[in-house]
């Protein structure tokens, strides 16, 4: 497997010595795998699926039985880890900065 991927760089200006901006045109750049940032929502993905690994198979509180049945299957522990994963999201980054995030993520 190779470590390292072309990524594109956009069009961008940069200050030269003397402190004028130049332009420096799009081209490819090879980097590291580990350091290309990760695919949108991908964080949030991962952390549905932890939380989802943590409900398989574990009963369900009474007040959730009649959507969720007496124990959470798989597909319904996502559900629930999607939820968890949302709620985890919201306290932490709050409403406005939250806002952004996900403006920028699309």
């Known amino acids: 497997m190779a470590k390292y991927r072309y ?4 069009a961008h200006y940069r ?7 130049a ?5 490819k750049r090879r980097v590291k795998k580990a ?3 990760t695919t949108r929502g991908e964080k949030f993905r991962r ?7 943590h409900y398989v198979g574990k009963k369900v509180e009474p007040k959730y039985q009649r959507k969720y ?5 798989k ?9 968890v994963a949302g709620k985890v999201f919201w306290k932490k980054y709050g409403k406005k ?5 996900l403006k920028r993520e699309r």
Do not use: F, N, P
């Not at 332009?23 to 081209?27: S, Y």
């Open 47 to 53: 952390l549905q699926k932890q939380v989802a690994l």
């Open 35 to 37: 350091l290309i940032r």
């Open 75 to 83: 597909k319904e522990a996502m559900e629930v880890g999607r939820a």
């Open 7 to 10: 990524v594109t760089v956009k």
């Open 15 to 21: 200050r030269t010595r003397s402190g004028k901006r």
């Open 97 to 101: 900065r939250g806002r952004a995030i």
């Open 69 to 73: 049945g007496k124990t959470y299957s």
């Open 23 to 27: 332009l420096v045109k799009a081209h």
